[in-house]
């Protein structure tokens, strides 16, 4: 690795809309990239969301639950995912959080209106197949 994680030694749980095949990749591409093994993921329409009582009004792509009990939106939870992957993907997060929040958020909800025409959506009894070794970071 290039870089090493800065802050993010603690874990967290990115949650994601599991109806979208999009989200569904990208959570597949984190999964393989996290190395010091600090996230677990959980889709927004399961329970760990319910749980941790977290507001999920207007918000349908994702979120990032820290340790600390912190929750990132938007384009925030991608700059501290990225982090806590390191390498490469830490020079991008702070590349990133040199643009203006508003710049950031809009090009994010950007994204996440046409997440759906880039990838399409999950059926409803679908689930996504995965490796035995990344079955345990997956919540519901």
Same mark, same amino acid.
């Not at 190395?35 to 999920?56: S, W």
């Not at 982090?83 to 991008?92: I, K, M, P, Q």
């Given at each position: 690795?290039?870089?090493?994680? =800065?802050?993010?030694?603690?874990?967290?749980?990115?949650?994601?809309? &599991?109806?979208?095949? #999009?989200?569904?990749? @990208?959570?597949? !591409?984190?999964?393989?990239?996290?190395?010091?093994?600090?996230?677990?993921?959980?889709?927004?329409?399961?329970?760990?969301?319910?749980?941790?009582?977290?507001?999920?009004?207007?918000?349908?792509?994702?979120?990032?639950?820290?340790q600390n009990e912190e929750v990132?939106?938007? =384009?925030?939870?991608?700059?501290?995912?990225?982090?806590?992957?390191? &390498?490469?993907?830490? #020079?991008?997060?702070? @590349?990133?959080? !040199?643009?203006?929040?508003?710049?950031?958020?809009?090009?994010?909800?950007?994204?996440?209106?046409?997440?759906?025409?880039?990838?399409?959506?999950?059926?409803?009894?679908?689930?996504?197949?995965?490796?035995?070794?990344?079955?345990?970071?997956?919540?519901?």
């Amino acid at each position: 690795m290039w870089f090493k994680p =800065s802050h993010p030694q603690t874990e967290a749980i990115l949650f994601f809309d &599991g109806t979208c095949a #999009f989200c569904n990749a @990208v959570v597949r !591409f984190v999964l393989v990239r996290d190395k010091h093994d600090l996230l677990t993921f959980a889709p927004l329409q399961g329970e760990t969301i319910k749980e941790k009582n977290i507001d999920t009004i207007d918000i349908d792509s994702i979120i990032l639950y820290t340790q600390n009990e912190e929750v990132l939106y938007k =384009s925030d939870a991608v700059i501290a995912l990225l982090e806590r992957l390191g &390498g490469l993907w830490f #020079f991008w997060a702070k @590349v990133i959080k !040199f643009f203006p929040k508003v710049l950031r958020d809009a090009t994010y909800d950007l994204i996440a209106r046409i997440r759906y025409k880039i990838a399409g959506k999950m059926k409803d009894d679908s689930c996504p197949i995965l490796p035995k070794n990344y079955q345990s970071k997956i919540l519901l």
